[in-house]
């Protein structure tokens, strides 16, 4: 059966999403309401110094490699080239609507309207579609706080703004600038600062264990994070297999292991000499994110060129900012790496309430089944370490769940699914899971989850592969064609284009 699919965002999730479901014949159309595709990677939300967290061979989408020419971490302009390339590669740009915001979207019958509103020109119409599937990412609402006397600050000449808000450097040019944060953003915004501003302090109230790209200047770190073992050092809600001896038997070889990293890392940084080394222990990367270390964050902090502070602003006042420690600093330009609201504000009340409970967590089942709410699907709401390939194989689910590949269990069963996932996630992450949005470490098994309710595993020895190799998207590659011809569906590819076989800057 064909359908309209409406899906709402452009990026990552957004547009494989759309390629999928177009090479399985639905009539899609994607709504972005910035002017290029992207997402986080739009030229609009790219902040100086922005670079991928993770290496370029798993970060591409399976069917669709980086091109050879660029590095192993590409830019933020790289991503946006390449994603723009793969649009074209696939032939569906005529499917994407840009400029377009969606304002509403609200049940029509056995259909759903989907408002829109032309960013251009302001004009609003409707689109009635069979399915919505939002794709809007969760860091797509910047959240900044709320500091005492900012409204002074501003009307003086200060300006506060959002990482993904602080696109030209040119901003802090001989000012003041305060970094609030240690995420990677706060952390590549402070080094391009701190080479054309008057001062650059990071603020920041929790030190956090960050990963060097080269643990111990040798070994890159998606070989130590990025496989199967890496992933198994962490203890998931089910332990299975060789996970039972790494948390059971072996917790003594386990704990021994992330030690060592964590004393190699600690010794690399010159964390301590700095004092910038985090109280608890390496593993509480599980609890929320992982941090990439940003190129020269570390030798700044060292040599003065970005001070930092533990603590955070106590209060504003024109040209100044007072810290919780009682120091007052100079302060023209506030950039905050201070998180993303997790909110659909675009679904109407009586849906929303049916998507997410009273805390604003999102009830998906397997991260894309909003409970009881028929024609409405998520993907991209489940921040990883490979995000890109959850998104993709996400799609590949969708896909199947459209084809009638997949049962959804009872309501119920749907329900304390959902229910034992945000009390597992509440619990270790001490309710820092981005409203059930966050599997960090956990990208493989959750792939692995989608891949066998859709009985779709790649090949034993692949996975054994996984347990001590870093994920190349490209092992997944073959598992697309084979859903397809499942389905019935040719799985005819356009030729290579010149423009992704040529590097692009």
């Not at 003041?176 to 952390?187: E, F, N, Q, R």
């Not at 929320?288 to 502070?309: C, K």
Request: charged share 20%; net charge positive.
């Amino acid at each position: 059966m064909v359908r309209r699919i409406g899906i709402i965002g452009g990026g990552i999730a957004g547009l494989v999403t759309a390629k999928t479901l177009r090479q399985f014949g639905h009539d899609v159309i994607v709504f972005e309401k910035e002017s290029e595709v992207g997402g986080v990677w739009a030229s609009s939300r790219r902040y100086p110094g922005l670079t991928t967290q993770n290496p370029r061979e798993t970060y591409a989408f399976a069917d669709f490699p980086m091109p050879s020419s660029y590095p192993e971490w590409p830019s933020g302009t790289q991503m946006q080239a390449y994603l723009e390339s793969y649009v074209d590669h696939f032939g569906f740009r005529s499917a994407i609507r840009l400029g377009s915001q969606v304002l509403d979207v609200a049940p029509a019958g056995q259909r759903w309207r989907i408002a829109v509103r032309d960013v251009e020109t302001g004009a609003e119409s409707d689109q009635i579609v069979d399915l919505v599937i939002v794709c809007n990412g969760i860091f797509s609402i910047p959240s900044i706080p709320q500091f005492p006397g900012s409204n002074a600050f501003k009307d003086a000449g200060g300006q506060i703004l959002h990482t993904s808000e602080f696109t030209d450097i040119d901003l802090v040019n001989r000012r003041h600038a305060l970094v609030i944060g240690y995420g990677k953003s706060s952390c590549d915004a402070a080094v391009a600062i701190a080479r054309t501003a008057a001062s650059t302090r990071v603020v920041a109230r929790h030190l956090i264990w960050k990963i060097p790209k080269k643990v111990g200047n040798v070994v890159n770190f998606k070989h130590l994070f990025l496989n199967r073992l890496g992933e198994g050092l962490f203890r998931y809600i089910n332990v299975r297999g060789f996970e039972r001896f790494l948390h059971g038997p072996g917790l003594p070889l386990r704990n021994s292991m992330l030690g060592t990293v964590q004393g190699i890392i600690s010794r690399q940084l010159g964390l301590k000499r700095i004092g910038l080394e985090p109280a608890g222990k390496l593993e509480t990367i599980a609890r929320s994110t992982v941090s990439l270390v940003t190129d020269g964050f570390y030798e700044g902090v060292a040599d003065g060129s970005i001070a930092f502070s533990k603590g955070e602003i106590a209060e504003l006042t024109p040209g100044k900012a007072r810290l919780s420690d009682g120091s007052t600093v100079p302060a023209d330009v506030i950039v905050c790496g201070t998180g993303w609201h997790q909110r659909c504000d675009f679904l109407a009340p009586e849906v929303l309430a049916k998507v997410t409970d009273k805390s604003g967590n999102f009830r998906l089942y397997r991260s894309v089944v909003p409970v009881g709410v028929p024609g409405l699907l998520f993907n991209g709401y489940n921040s990883s370490f490979f995000s890109q390939l959850n998104a993709e194989v996400g799609a590949f689910w969708i896909a199947d769940f459209l084809g009638g590949g997949i049962k959804l269990p009872s309501e119920a069963e749907q329900n304390a699914y959902v229910d034992s996932r945000l009390a597992w996630m509440e619990a270790r992450t001490d309710g820092k899971h981005s409203k059930g949005t966050n599997i960090i470490p956990f990208s493989i098994h959750h792939i692995d989850e989608l891949l066998n309710e859709m009985n779709l595993q790649l090949p034993l020895l692949m996975r054994l592969k996984h347990w001590f190799v870093a994920i190349d998207a490209a092992d997944y590659g073959g598992l697309l064609p084979r859903l397809m011809k499942r389905h019935g569906v040719s799985a005819k590819r356009p030729a290579a284009s010149i423009a992704h076989q040529t590097a692009r800057a």
